[in-house]
């Protein structure tokens, strides 16, 4: 009976910086993005409430979540370069996972905030006024593209910076909103477009919530993979010269662009236990897979333990 696995996690490993080294190249963006993203969310706070701008209110709610999220990545690149230890042997990288869950909540309640506020303010629309709720949102459009900018060429090395981007781009978007809002109230003076824009920015932001907790909760339950099919890869690990069969698979992702698995593959009589470790493993690189434990065994051997599943 043999057992082989490949390295991507190691205890006291200084290697485990390397997975945050995309993003590490790219700190000082990310400090800048959240102290600019931090900072203008406060002044349109401030002149959402002295207005009374639900829209102004919502996109400030909404930039909020974006500077969350914005800490989480550069968070999260921080805590990757710490090693692992004996006890923590994942290290800390199911943080992020938490911080996202944690983020989809918050989304949730920003979200029902503004879109039960803003069907209440439709029976009775309050006037806001137009010329300051524009100013601020051509401003706060700024900042988002200046971050937006920031992030783009991270984004391309780094899965985490990627989701930040993502995150000023929705921002971009309800920045606009809220131009479109401004532009009509100083014109036409309509009251209902300041909450129907509110409405907008609020169903805007419930679809990506729903996306962003549903991933969290599938990475917290252990759930495989979207993009790795369980039973082909059962069925193409079986395919390999010297394997007679494959037991106990399972692949989950440690946290967004790490997958693991672990499983028994039973050796035909007379096969080269390396050499099927070697094409089991080639055959999981493929599907993304680069931090495997396998244990080899026998045809014969029927000692296996497997979870009741």
Not at 105 to 117: D, M, N, R
């Given at each position: 009976?043999?057992?082989g696995?490949?390295h991507g996690?190691?205890?006291?490993?200084?290697?485990?910086?390397?997975?945050?080294?995309a993003?590490?190249?790219?700190l000082?963006?990310?400090?800048?993005?959240?102290?600019?993203?931090?900072?203008f969310?406060v002044?349109?706070?401030?002149?959402?409430?002295?207005?009374?701008?639900?829209?102004?209110?919502?996109?400030?709610g909404?930039?909020g979540?974006?500077v969350?999220?914005?800490?989480?990545?550069?968070t999260?690149?921080?805590l990757a370069?710490?090693p692992?230890?004996?006890q923590?042997?994942?290290?800390?990288?199911r943080?992020?996972?938490?911080a996202?869950?944690?983020?989809?909540?918050?989304?949730?309640g920003?979200?029902?905030?503004?879109?039960?506020?803003a069907?209440?303010r439709?029976?009775?629309?309050?006037?806001?006024?137009?010329p300051?709720?524009?100013?601020t949102?051509?401003?706060?459009?700024?900042?988002?593209?200046v971050?937006?900018?920031?992030?783009?060429?991270?984004?391309?090395d780094?899965?985490?910076?990627?989701g930040a981007?993502?995150?000023?781009?929705?921002?971009m978007?309800?920045s606009?909103?809220?131009?479109?809002?401004?532009i009509?109230l100083?014109?036409?003076g309509?009251?209902?477009?300041?909450p129907i824009?509110?409405?907008?920015i609020g169903?805007f932001?419930?679809?990506r919530?729903f996306?962003?907790?549903?991933?969290?909760?599938?990475?917290?339950?252990?759930?495989?993979?979207?993009?790795?099919?369980?039973?082909?890869?059962?069925?193409?690990?079986?395919?390999?010269?010297?394997v007679?069969s494959?037991?106990?698979?399972?692949?989950?992702t440690?946290?967004s662009?790490?997958?693991?698995?672990?499983?028994?593959v039973?050796v035909a009589?007379?096969?080269?236990?390396?050499?099927?470790?070697?094409?089991t493993?080639?055959?999981?690189d493929e599907?993304?897979?680069?931090?495997?434990?396998?244990q080899?065994?026998p045809?014969?051997f029927?000692?296996e333990?497997e979870?009741?599943?």
């Amino acid at each position: 009976m043999g057992a082989g696995h490949s390295h991507g996690l190691a205890i006291g490993d200084a290697g485990a910086d390397s997975a945050g080294s995309a993003g590490s190249r790219h700190l000082r963006a990310l400090v800048i993005a959240v102290i600019l993203t931090g900072a203008f969310m406060v002044v349109e706070f401030i002149v959402g409430f002295a207005t009374n701008s639900l829209a102004l209110i919502s996109d400030a709610g909404h930039m909020g979540t974006d500077v969350l999220g914005l800490a989480m990545a550069l968070t999260a690149i921080l805590l990757a370069r710490r090693p692992a230890t004996a006890q923590r042997t994942y290290g800390l990288y199911r943080l992020e996972v938490l911080a996202a869950l944690a983020n989809g909540v918050l989304l949730f309640g920003v979200a029902g905030y503004v879109i039960v506020e803003a069907v209440m303010r439709l029976g009775d629309p309050q006037h806001v006024p137009g010329p300051p709720l524009l100013i601020t949102a051509v401003v706060g459009l700024a900042v988002n593209i200046v971050s937006f900018l920031l992030l783009r060429s991270g984004a391309r090395d780094s899965i985490n910076l990627r989701g930040a981007m993502l995150e000023v781009m929705g921002d971009m978007l309800g920045s606009v909103g809220v131009i479109v809002a401004a532009i009509i109230l100083w014109t036409t003076g309509w009251a209902w477009a300041d909450p129907i824009i509110g409405v907008g920015i609020g169903l805007f932001i419930l679809p990506r919530t729903f996306l962003l907790t549903r991933q969290a909760l599938r990475i917290l339950l252990e759930v495989a993979p979207k993009h790795v099919d369980v039973p082909k890869l059962v069925a193409r690990i079986e395919a390999l010269p010297g394997v007679d069969s494959v037991h106990d698979l399972h692949v989950w992702t440690l946290t967004s662009g790490i997958e693991n698995c672990t499983g028994h593959v039973r050796v035909a009589e007379g096969a080269d236990y390396a050499t099927v470790l070697e094409s089991t493993q080639a055959v999981l690189d493929e599907n993304g897979i680069h931090h495997a434990t396998i244990q080899c065994e026998p045809a014969s051997f029927r000692g296996e333990r497997e979870l009741p599943v």
